[in-house]
């Protein structure tokens, strides 16, 4: 068994922070007392939790054939590496389990296609060559 984290772009994480820290900056004007000041902060630091743990648990396990998706509480799937047909780079923007827009999609056999950002590309690629040396690489 072997995993890979996912690659986390830096762009993203401020991205997501810079948000938070606007929403931040516009309710705390509003706080008029310091009850509200702790409130307002709590619910601050949860949301900001609740959007950067999941972006950082991201990881890609290989455990014999299969590929097994795991992101903190939210998400969590599994593929068989015999039915991917072809490997190829991407930097789509479309909704993936992804941390970072440095991706490869795996494309498999019974359609259907599977993006991800593992960090370390080459290795992951190899790995699931040398399972299923069928693959295609573009």
């Keep these: 068994m072997r995993a890979f984290r996912s690659k986390i772009s830096v762009g993203l994480t401020i991205f997501i922070l810079a948000v938070i820290l606007l929403v931040a900056l516009l309710l705390l004007q509003f706080a008029d007392s310091t009850a509200n000041l702790i409130i307002?902060?709590?619910?601050l630091a949860l949301t900001a939790a609740l959007c950067l743990i999941p972006l950082f648990s991201i990881r890609y396990v290989v455990d014999g054939q299969m590929l097994h998706i795991?992101?903190?509480f939210v998400f969590r799937s599994r593929f068989n590496i015999m039915d991917i047909?072809?490997?190829?780079?991407t930097r789509t923007f479309l909704s993936a389990p992804a941390a970072s827009l440095d991706r490869v999609r795996?494309?498999?056999r019974k359609g259907g296609d599977l993006i991800i950002s593992p960090i370390d590309k080459p290795g992951?690629?190899?790995?699931?060559?040398q399972i299923n040396p069928e693959i295609i690489v573009k």
Excluded: P
């Design 106 to 108: 795996l494309r498999f």
């Design 124 to 129: 992951f690629i190899r790995l699931l060559c």
């Design 40 to 43: 307002t902060s709590a619910v």
């Design 70 to 72: 795991e992101c903190c």
């Design 85 to 89: 047909k072809e490997i190829s780079d």
